[in-house]
């Protein structure tokens, strides 16, 4: 009976200090989340609400029954968008994601009026060299 009780609370106390190692590694190398003021692409106002974290380091620990091993990976910054549509120029969420994401705000070009007005200027649309 004493080398069973032994047995359990070493692998407690084992278990107890796995989970805390763990905790500790991940929550304190982390910084915690921030809800800032983004602009929005549309209205240049400082109007969004975002939920922001930094890029931090994650703990992956795998055990064998020989051995364990603890890797250290490298999370990218993210960001989450709260507000559901900008109050200054009423775009939706979606919208202002999609902008996020293409990087484009103006109007596409048209290629073939910039073709005409350069013609019309007189560039033969052949470049030559010396």
């Given amino acids: 009976m004493l080398c069973v009780e032994n047995l359990w609370n ?3 106390r084992f278990v107890i200090k796995e989970v ?9 190398i982390m910084d915690p989340h921030q809800k800032i003021k983004e602009i929005c692409p549309f209205c240049e ?14 703990a992956n620990v795998s055990r064998s029954a020989i051995a364990k091993s603890t890797t ?12 559901e549509k900008c109050p200054n120029c009423g775009k939706t969420k979606e ?10 705000t103006s109007k596409k070009v048209d290629y073939k009026k910039k073709l005409e007005e350069l013609k019309k200027i007189g560039f033969s649309g052949v470049i030559r060299g010396k």
Avoid: C, D, M
């Fill in 10 to 12: 070493w692998f407690v």
């Fill in 20 to 28: 805390f190692n763990k905790l500790y590694t991940t929550f304190l």
């Fill in 45 to 58: 106002q400082e109007v969004l609400e975002i939920l922001w974290w930094p890029s931090h380091k994650a």
């Fill in 72 to 83: 250290w990976r490298r999370k990218s910054e993210g960001h989450i968008l709260l507000s």
């Fill in 95 to 104: 919208e202002i994601e999609r902008v996020w994401k293409e990087g484009v």
